[in-house]
């Protein structure tokens, strides 16, 4: 098996969206605001190559949006999904699977892309499967008043309409054994229901990709939490359940949107779950 950070591009969001209730004046120290509040952001992906399959977790925001959609986003950098997959000498017609951890348009906006005379919507991935759950895909295509504008249906119809979507089981419980990918699966509903966190074996270490559950280094304190869950509460429990099992096993926490840490090890303190070791994907994967 191999391994590779796949950058899919940057954004800005707002700090105080990121982080909820928790003041600036603390959230800060982490992740620094710019004068108009909005703080660093990578979507960061994982590309995983196990034998003849090649799996991405999760690809970023995409191009087939408006100048105007965009612009609320402010793109930074050069990083692209494809430059990024032609630095570790792939193409997205690798790719046989694209595991979705979420519905977001910043998690799975770049599955789907315009048809070459942009008349419609057809798969980015054509040879690829695409991998949601059945509750998710209910909560995303049926979606609640809150979170419709990070559901778009351009980025979601497409896949089913494909017919190359398909399904996870569901777990009995939070954690689940997924024979269909060679992974194991934390799920976590409070950020969104049915978020699917991968937990990858690799070299004898535990790679878990840590989506939103922990979208930076600077929400590892457990009330730091985004004001984009829609069950807070919920969350509370999930992460301090994730967090005092990457403690206890030595989980290595790839962050899809940290901008500045990639993948961090964390230790049980007097005052929670707190950082331990940051290391770059280059030191973990090679």
Known sequence: MNLFPINAGNLKLDGGAMFGVVPKSLWQKTNPADANNMIDIATRCLLIEDGNRLILIDNGMGDKQSEKFFSYYHLWGNHTLDGS???????????????????????????????????????????????????????????????????LKENIIPLEESGQLKFTSLPENDLQNNSELGFDIFFASGHTDKQMIPLVKYKGKTIAFMADLLPTAGHLPLP??????????????????????????????FLEHDANNEIITVKKTEKGVRLDTVYTTEEIFN
């Not at 997205?92 to 919507?121: A, E, M, P």
């Not at 991935?125 to 990070?150: G, M």
């Not at 829609?230 to 989980?251: C, G, M, Q, S």
């Open 224 to 253: 730091y939490i985004m004001g984009y869950d829609t069950r807070p509460l919920l969350t509370l429990n999930e992460k301090e359940k994730f967090l005092n099992l990457a403690a206890d096993n030595n989980y290595y926490l």
């Open 85 to 151: 997959l032609k630095a570790h000498g792939f193409h997205r017609d690798d790719i046989t699977d694209v595991f979705l951890t979420h519905l977001h348009f910043d998690h799975c906006g770049g599955s789907v892309q315009w048809n070459t005379n942009k008349t419609g919507y057809e798969p980015a991935f054509k040879n690829a499967h695409f991998w949601s759950n059945k509750d998710h895909w209910l909560w995303a295509t049926q979606p609640n008043r809150r979170e419709k504008a990070s559901f």
